[in-house]
C-alpha cells in the first residue's frame, strides 16, 4: 500500500526559500503524476503544482515564477522548492499520488 511522507516544512522569514519533500513508499510508477496542495489556516485546500508522468510541472498562478517542482525517480521523491516565500505561502503543504495523500508539513512564513 502506498504511504507518502512529507518533511521539511519550517519557520521561515517573508523572502527566504524553504525546500520540501515528499517520499513514496509502496509501489509507485516512476512516470505517475504527482501534485503539491496546500492549505491554510480556515481556508479550502488548493492546488498549487503537478508534475506529470514526463516530469512536467505546471504551477497555479499564485506560485509560478517563485515554486518549481521536481521528481528524484530513483528515490520515488518528490521535492517542492520555495522561492521568495510570502506570508501568504503559509499553510500545510501535501502531497498526493492518486488518490493517496501525505499527512502534510507545515509551512509558516512570518517576520
Known amino acids: 500500500q502506498m504511504r507518502l511522507l512529507e518533511s521539511g516544512g519550517d519557520l521561515v522569514q517573508p523572502g527566504e526559500s524553504l525546500r520540501i519533500q515528499c517520499v513514496v513508499l509502496g509501489s509507485f510508477g516512476s512516470a505517475e503524476p504527482m501534485g503539491w496542495y496546500r492549505q491554510a489556516q480556515g481556508k479550502q485546500r488548493e492546488w498549487v503544482a503537478t508534475?506529470?508522468?514526463?516530469?512536467?510541472?505546471t504551477y497555479a498562478s499564485s506560485v509560478k515564477g517563485r515554486f518549481f517542482a521536481s521528481r528524484d525517480a530513483a528515490k520515488n521523491t518528490f521535492n517542492l522548492q520555495m522561492n521568495s516565500l510570502k506570508p501568504e505561502d503559509t499553510a500545510v503543504y501535501y502531497c498526493?499520488?492518486?488518490?493517496?495523500w501525505g499527512q502534510g508539513t507545515q509551512v509558516t512564513v512570518s517576520s
Open positions: 508534475i506529470d508522468g514526463y516530469g512536467k510541472p
Open positions: 498526493t499520488v492518486r488518490t493517496h
